[in-house]
């Protein structure tokens, strides 16, 4: 395993001065990612090695408040293969260019059956769930929207329908106006996965706030923590309980399971960009789900190992 920052500088007036900025502290940002936000400010974006002497002079070139500009650095892990292979189950996060990245869901459909009355965390998304059809690519098997949920089409799709359980996390979308099936799923799992021991790392309780408290649970309050790579500590024993019904035959963990915790805010439930009463979860595979979205999306897909003690 090797640590990297994850690097996010934002709210730049103009190109021109972004670039300028980069090319002091010795990066080219031609060979990363820019994008063009709105009220014309610019942002870039990308990961450095945590030992790279550049990280040191971009916190130092730009300090957290500086006319509006602001800096997010995050720390990140990067495992070997033999670390993967050795893995059971895996968090999966996705390396997009921002501009690459789809808009939420908007007409989304959620079963709040098992959800928590109070702020909807454990909502399960449902078949028919609206996507603008117009946004998601023509030339490529999967998609990540900017809430980090995959979807997935095409060769993909048909390979991850090849599991028997894969009806309890592959759910299909409709076009959001005309309301025809789509033949994009998005994965999202029924499945959830117990609350992470205590001494996981990575992600941690946010300040109490309006927005993310939960007079009940308190689920979408944990977020990341951006001080540590994620280090997702779970019982076997209790994996095994909370997800026992979703664990295929002769395997000890589930294809496809959600966070106990959520991370912050989630999917418009409503139609409305205004209701935000989803959190949204992270996704845990299992080893041969990663294997097939590995095969499929390369050096795009990252998977941060789970620790299972017994």
């Known amino acids: 395993m090797k640590l990297v920052r994850g690097i996010w500088v934002s709210n730049f007036p103009s190109r021109e001065r972004l670039f300028r900025e980069l090319n002091k502290v010795g990066v080219d940002p031609k060979e990363e990612d820019i994008i063009r936000g709105i009220r014309d400010t610019w942002s870039w974006g990308t990961r450095l090695p945590a030992d790279d002497p550049r990280v040191a002079r971009i916190e130092a070139t730009f300090p957290i408040p500086r006319d509006g500009i602001g800096l997010l650095i995050s720390c990140q892990a990067e495992y070997d293969q033999s670390e993967i292979d050795a893995a059971e189950l895996l968090k999966i996060s996705f390396s997009v260019r921002s ?22 965390s454990g909502g399960t998304l449902l078949p028919g769930s609206g996507f603008p059809a117009r946004a998601l690519p023509a030339k490529r098997t999967c998609a990540v929207t900017s809430l980090t949920v995959l979807l997935v089409t095409g060769d993909l799709l048909q ?21 025809h099936p789509l033949p994009w799923h998005a994965v999202w799992s029924r499945t959830t996965l117990p609350p992470a021991f205590t001494r996981s790392k ?40 909370a997800c026992g019904d979703a664990i295929p035959e002769a395997h000890t963990v589930p294809d496809v399971a959600s966070t106990w915790e959520r991370d912050g805010c989630g999917s418009p439930i409503d139609g409305s960009a205004t209701v935000w009463r989803v959190p949204t979860p992270y996704t845990f595979v299992s080893q041969r789900v990663y294997r097939i979205l590995r095969k499929h999306m390369k050096k795009h897909l990252y998977g941060d190992p789970a620790t299972l003690v017994d």
């Not at 789809?102 to 098992?114: E, I, Q, R, V």
């Not at 390979?159 to 309301?179: C, G, T």
């Not at 009940?216 to 990341?224: L, Q, S, V, Y």
């Open 202 to 241: 990575g992600f941690a309780l946010q300040p109490d706030d309006p927005r993310f408290a939960c007079s009940i649970c308190d689920r979408n309050r944990w977020a990341t923590s951006f001080e540590q790579p994620y280090e997702y500590v779970y019982s076997r024993e209790e994996v095994r309980k």
């Open 99 to 120: 501009r690459e990245e789809l808009a939420p869901y908007m007409g989304a459909k959620f079963d709040y059956s098992t959800a928590c009355p109070a702020c909807g």
């Open 159 to 179: 390979d991850l329908r090849q599991f028997p359980n894969s009806e309890q996390w592959l759910v299909q979308l409709a076009d959001n106006k005309k309301r």
